[in-house]
C-alpha cells in the first residue's frame, strides 16, 4: 500500500511586534499539536528586526537556546546589500506545501506576509491581503462594520495632525467622560489606557502613539462582560459556543499582564451560559463581520456586553493566539473540535482558498510596439 505524501508546512512565527513572544508560545503550540505522521514542518523565526531564520536556527532556539544569541550567530552569515537578505532563508526550504503564520500584530496580520505568500505562489492559512490589513486597524474594522450595521462602540481617530484639536474637553462632549485610549494598529492589549480625567487622557495618548500613528478614543461601557466567538471557515463560516473572561475586580480591562504575564487572576467561563438569543445575536454579528471583512479560516471575534445586555463588537484577530490560555482553540473544543483536527481544517481551508484564487482569469492584451 503506497505511503501517503506528508504535507510540507513552513511555521513562520516571532516578527517585529510587541506580540513576538506571544508568538513564539502560540507557534510551539501549533508544532506540538500537529500531527507528524501527517506532517513535515520547517520553522521560521522571524527576528524582532524582521529578518527570517532558517529551520536549523529557529530549531535551536525552539530547543532552549536564547533567541539573541542565536540571531547574532546567523546574521553575519546574511548579505544585507541582497534586497531579498531579509527572507532569503526561506530558500533554504525546498517543496514548501502551504505556509502557516502565526506571527501575531505587525507583519502577520498587517497583510505583508501574505502579500509574500502571494508573490511566492504559495497557499497559507488564513486571512488574505486586504482583509488582514482592514481587519488590523480598527478605524477601517469600525468604518466596515458600521456600514453594515453591526454594533460598535463610539470613538474619534487622533493623529499627529489633529492632535491639538482633540482636547479632553472635546472629546467628553463627543465620546463621553470614561475613555479607552487604543493604537489602531496594534493588538494584545499594547499601549492601551482607560482615562477618567483629562491628566490621564493627556498620559494614555503619549504613550499610544508610542505604537502608531492612529490613535482611537472610544467610549467606555460601564462594568461589561467580555464575551468572545471563535470562526472557523471560508465561504460558509461556522461559530463556535461563546466564553467570557472575569479579570480581577482591581483591573480596568483585560490588559497584557492578565493575557500572558499573570492570569492567576483570570477565569473563564467556557462556554458561557447567557440568554439564547444574546448568544444568537452575538454569533451572528461574528459571522456578519467575518464575511463583511472578508476573512478566510479563522477569526476570534471580541465583544462588550453591557449591563443591559447589548453587545458591541471590540475587535477581530485574524491570527488568534494559540497560548495554553488562548481562547480561539478552548473554544473550538468546548464546541467539539480538538487541537490537531482544528489545525488540520485551518490547513484544508488554505488549501481550498488556493485553489479557488487560482480559478480567476487574468486578460492579457498586448500593445503594438512603436
Not at 536549523?56 to 537578505?85: C, H, N, S, W, Y
Not at 492559512?125 to 482592514?134: F, I, K, M, Q, R
Not at 463556535?240 to 480581577?248: E, Y
Not at 480561539?328 to 481550498?352: A, H, R, T
Request: hydrophobic share 40%; net charge negative.
Amino acid at each position: 500500500m503506497e505511503t501517503q505524501k506528508k504535507i510540507h508546512v513552513g511555521l513562520l512565527f516571532g516578527g517585529n511586534s510587541s506580540e513576538h513572544d506571544v508568538s513564539k508560545r502560540s507557534a510551539h503550540n501549533i508544532y506540538d499539536a500537529m500531527d507528524k505522521s501527517k506532517y513535515d514542518v520547517d520553522l521560521f523565526l522571524l527576528t524582532k528586526d524582521g529578518i527570517v531564520l532558517d529551520n536549523a536556527a529557529t530549531q535551536r532556539i525552539f530547543a532552549g537556546e536564547p533567541e539573541d544569541k542565536v540571531v547574532a550567530e546567523e546574521m553575519p552569515k546574511l548579505d544585507m546589500r541582497d534586497p531579498l537578505a531579509p527572507i532569503k532563508n526561506l530558500a533554504n526550504a525546498t517543496d514548501i506545501d502551504i505556509f502557516y503564520p502565526v506571527v501575531h500584530g505587525n507583519l502577520g496580520e498587517d497583510g505583508t506576509l501574505q502579500g509574500l505568500f502571494k508573490l511566492l505562489k504559495k497557499p497559507y492559512v488564513g486571512s488574505g491581503v486586504l482583509a488582514s490589513a482592514a481587519s488590523f486597524d480598527k478605524d477601517i474594522t469600525k468604518q466596515i462594520l458600521t456600514h453594515h450595521h453591526i454594533q460598535n462602540t463610539k470613538y474619534v481617530v487622533v493623529t499627529p495632525e489633529n492632535r491639538d484639536q482633540m482636547t479632553y474637553a472635546y472629546l467628553q462632549a463627543h465620546v463621553g467622560d470614561h475613555l479607552f485610549i487604543k493604537p489602531a494598529n496594534q493588538g494584545s492589549s499594547v499601549g492601551i489606557h482607560k482615562a477618567e480625567n483629562e491628566q490621564e487622557y493627556l498620559d494614555g495618548l503619549a504613550d499610544a502613539f508610542k505604537y502608531d500613528f492612529k490613535i482611537l478614543v472610544e467610549e467606555s461601557i460601564d462594568n461589561p462582560r467580555e464575551v468572545e466567538c471563535s470562526i472557523l471557515g471560508n465561504e460558509n463560516p461556522k461559530a463556535s459556543k461563546l466564553g467570557a473572561i472575569d479579570v480581577p475586580k482591581t483591573d480596568t480591562f483585560y490588559d497584557y499582564n492578565n493575557k500572558f504575564v499573570d492570569a492567576s487572576g483570570v477565569t473563564f467561563e467556557l462556554p458561557v451560559d447567557l440568554p439564547a438569543d444574546l448568544t444568537k445575536r452575538i454569533q451572528d454579528m461574528s459571522l456578519g463581520a467575518f464575511k463583511a471583512l472578508g476573512l478566510k479560516g479563522m477569526a476570534r471575534v471580541d465583544f462588550l456586553v453591557s449591563e443591559a445586555g447589548e453587545p458591541y463588537l471590540g475587535e477581530i484577530n485574524t491570527l488568534p493566539g494559540f497560548t495554553n490560555i488562548s481562547l480561539y482553540p478552548k473554544l473550538w473544543e468546548v464546541s467539539g473540535i480538538g487541537y490537531s483536527d482544528l489545525i488540520d481544517q485551518l490547513i484544508q481551508l488554505g488549501f481550498d482558498e488556493f485553489k479557488r484564487q487560482a480559478a480567476i482569469h487574468y486578460d492579457f492584451v498586448a500593445l503594438d510596439a512603436e
